[in-house]
């Protein structure tokens, strides 16, 4: 089975970057989309950014132009790169990944921007 491990959320003050994590292991040969999605309290879950094998990115218009994904093939792992973090940023994130026909979701990393 695959199992995703996040890391790299923490409480920051606005303005900070944040550089989040997520390393699939397990029976894995591709991974399809490489993705990151968001959860505030009381609020719907949202896509934040994906990214295909092909590198096609795709970004909510409320993150575009300050975060970033990437993806390492060779450790089967995908980055959330946040800068000029806003309160409005505060959220569990959650890593997904797709691999042939199957949905895998990390248990999320908590993202709070406050003063």
């Known amino acids: 089975q695959v199992q995703l491990v996040e890391s790299g959320g923490g409480l920051v003050q606005p303005g900070v970057s944040l550089r989040l994590s997520c390393a699939a292991s397990g029976s894995i040969f591709r991974i399809n989309v490489m993705g990151w999605y968001r959860q505030a309290p009381g609020k719907q879950r949202e896509l934040v950014a994906t990214m295909s094998t092909s590198g096609n990115t795709n970004y909510a218009d409320s993150v575009k132009g300050r975060f970033t994904i990437s993806r390492d093939n060779a450790k089967n792992t995908v980055y959330l790169q946040m800068s000029s973090l806003k309160p409005e940023d505060t959220a569990d994130y959650l890593c997904?990944?797709?691999?042939?026909?199957?949905?895998?979701w990390g248990q999320g990393t908590q993202v709070s921007v406050s003063t």
């Open positions: 997904n990944m797709r691999i042939f026909a199957d949905d895998y």
